[in-house]
């Protein structure tokens, strides 16, 4: 059983690793969304998660953009991520 701790290390370390294979060049906001998601995951005081949730729904189109499904099924899975 993972707990809170165990969770918040694992989504930064998942970050990271997807910082560390962004190559160079690639679009700056990108690398921007990954660095600030780490800052919110890393530290999950309740700002933070709101500050979390408003940057999800920020690019929501650019996270879920391989999946085909309506904007308000993808915002539901925004705000129950929260």
């Known amino acids: 059983?993972?707990?809170?701790n165990d969770t918040i290390q694992k989504n930064t370390k998942r970050i990271d690793v997807l910082l560390s294979r962004i190559p160079p060049g690639t679009e700056p906001e990108f690398r921007d969304f990954l660095n600030k998601m780490r800052i919110y995951t890393a530290n999950p005081v309740f700002i933070n998660r709101i500050k979390r949730t408003g940057l999800r729904l920020k690019y929501?189109?650019?996270i879920y953009a391989p999946r085909k499904r309506n904007i308000l099924r993808k915002i539901y899975r925004v705000i129950r991520s929260f």
């Not at 059983?1 to 809170?4: H, L, P, R």
């Open 60 to 62: 929501i189109n650019q």
């Open 1 to 4: 059983v993972d707990t809170k």
